[in-house]
């Protein structure tokens, strides 16, 4: 079992930053796979950036402008944002899966754990 608690959310102009932080407890973090999703209103649920076992994946829509990385010290993965657009606007989650799942880490199947997400609002 993982207990997840994201923060760092908050509302931001249209190309500024933010870092979103996820803080883990229970189980040993670097056992899992972590990854970052975002809902935005009435869409669906979509893959954000993921990693696992020093590897990084990014969605298209994020690629060059999101960072995912761990401090396995702090038990804490964080989202590091730049050059945010509206349409980043969504709350974001954070989640942990199983490292050795065949489901791809952009699916959202692969996660058994979930934060209870943070928002992020971008203003033009």
């Known amino acids: 079992q993982v207990q997840l608690v994201e923060s760092g959310g908050g509302l931001v102009q249209a190309g500024g930053s933010l870092r979103l932080s996820c803080a883990a407890s229970?189980?040993?973090?670097?056992?899992?796979?972590m990854g970052w999703f975002r809902q935005a209103p009435e869409k669906e649920r979509e893959f954000v950036a993921a990693?696992?076992?020093?590897?990084?994946y990014y969605a298209d829509s994020v690629k060059g402008r999101f960072t995912i990385s761990t401090d396995n010290a702090k038990n804490t993965v964080y989202l590091e944002m730049y050059s945010l657009k509206p349409e980043d606007t969504a709350v974001y989650y954070c989640?942990?899966?199983?490292?050795?799942?065949?489901?791809?880490?952009?699916?959202?199947?692969?996660?058994?754990?979930w934060g209870q997400g943070t928002q992020v609002t971008v203003s033009p």
């Open positions: 989640a942990a899966a199983d490292p050795t799942a065949r489901t791809g880490l952009s699916n959202r199947g692969a996660y058994n754990y």
């Open positions: 990693l696992r076992w020093g590897g990084t």
């Open positions: 229970g189980r040993t973090f670097s056992h899992y796979a």
